[in-house]
Nanobody
Framework: QVQLVESGGGSVQAGGSATLSCAVSGYTHYSVICMGWFRQPPGKEREWVATISGDGRQTKYADFVKGRFTIGRDNRQSTLSLRMNDLGPEDTANYIC?????????????????YGRGTRVSVSS
């Protein structure tokens, strides 16, 4: 059974930084799992934030986070991270980890099959 457990959320001042983590379990080989981050702002739909391939070499970002957020992974620890810099109130959201088995470490993905429950980030001005 796949489990994705996010952590690292909390309250941050505008202009500040935060790093989120996601602990992944239930996969035999984490390195062939494409991972991603989504977020759901209060009262809004869930939106995609970033994606990373199994080997970590391919990354993609939504335009609204490019240059500010960095997605990363540690395949030995089966974890995913999201480093967020220059946060603004518009980044307030529940941040959700996502995964999908694709069988190739070098390939990024466009959709996901499993999601965590999220960790909340609140940015105050």
């Amino acid at each position: 059974q796949v489990q994705l457990v996010e952590s690292g959320g909390g309250s941050v001042q505008a202009g500040g930084s935060a790093t989120l983590s996601c602990a992944v379990s239930g996969y035999t080989h984490y390195s062939v799992i494409c991972m991603g981050w989504f977020r759901q702002p209060p009262g809004k739909e869930r939106e995609w934030v970033a994606t990373i391939s199994g080997d970590g070499r391919q990354t993609k970002y939504a335009d609204f986070v490019k240059g500010r957020f960095t997605i990363g992974r540690d395949n030995r620890q089966s974890t995913l991270s999201l480093r967020m810099n220059d946060l603004g109130p518009e980044d307030t959201a529940n941040y959700i980890c996502a995964s999908v088995y694709i069988g190739f470490s070098y390939q990024a993905c466009n959709s996901f099959t499993d999601y965590g429950r999220g960790t909340r980030v609140s940015v105050s001005s």
